[in-house]
């Protein structure tokens, strides 16, 4: 079964609405996940690295502003993408490290796809 | 910076054909990760190779690490529609989880 969990599946807002995606993991305590970002037709592109209790750390062109990430517990890292334009507009998914999976050791989430009007 | 290529980046297929999708390093790799998405949905782990030279299979689906650790070639024998879908390689260049992806291949399987 999934152990990841990532919230909403999908989601369409107006421009300039903030939109929070939430990545859970389920069986394991996740002290670092990780944000992917793939555009249409294209492959996955790592954003930022999650660390639980302190901050993220952002890739090269990301905006941090842009794209803040909360990593308050083991378990739960958010992503919020600030007033959002039809720019954002991407799927979004995120993964989780788990050290006792040693022939997996990544966990992704469903993704969430993201519209902006 | 490592970067993963893929070959082909599409593929169409008749039912029931044999296929091979290729992945190709710059830098050794370290590890070599296979998986599968459907369109806007999220990955599903296929396999996992680590050694030069190592082959793993799963079902109807084989994948193999060169000895040099630069290639990678996933294999689907006997392809069924239930195959299809965007076939990613990824690897972990730094050790530190942080994956990258190869381009990625679109696969059809006409029935």
């Known amino acids: 079964g999934a152990v990841v969990s990532q919230h909403p599946s999908r989601v369409i807002c107006k421009s300039g609405t903030s939109v929070k995606i939430e990545c859970r993991s389920l069986?394991?305590?996740?002290?670092?996940m990780f944000w992917y970002r793939q555009f249409p037709k294209k492959s996955l592109m790592l954003m930022a690295t999650?660390?639980?209790?302190?901050?993220?750390?952002?890739e090269q062109g990301v905006e941090k502003d842009k794209f803040l990430i909360n990593h308050a517990s083991l378990t739960l890292s958010t992503l919020t993408v600030t007033s959002a334009h039809p720019e954002d507009s991407s799927f979004y998914i995120c993964?989780?490290?788990?050290?006792?999976?040693?022939?997996?050791?990544?966990?992704f989430g469903d993704g969430t796809r993201l519209s902006i009007l | 910076s490592q970067e993963l290529e893929q070959s082909p980046q599409s593929l169409i297929v008749q039912e029931g054909k044999n296929l091979t999708i290729n992945c190709t390093s710059s830098k050794t790799l370290y590890g070599l990760y296979w998986y599968k998405q459907k369109y806007g949905e999220g990955l599903i782990f296929l396999m996992m190779l680590q050694k030069g030279g190592e082959e793993k299979s799963h079902e109807k689906i084989t994948a193999k690490l060169d000895e040099k650790k630069q290639q990678s070639s996933l294999h689907i024998t006997a392809s069924q529609p239930s195959h299809a879908g965007i076939y990613l390689c990824?690897?972990?260049?730094?050790?530190?989880?942080?994956?990258?992806f190869g381009t990625g291949t679109r696969l059809k399987v006409l029935a």
């Open positions: 999650s660390n639980e209790g302190s901050k993220a750390t952002y």
């Open positions: 993964s989780a490290y788990g050290q006792h999976y040693s022939n997996q050791p990544q966990h």
């Open positions: 069986d394991f305590q996740a002290t670092t």
């Open positions: 990824g690897a972990d260049p730094s050790g530190t989880y942080k994956y990258i």
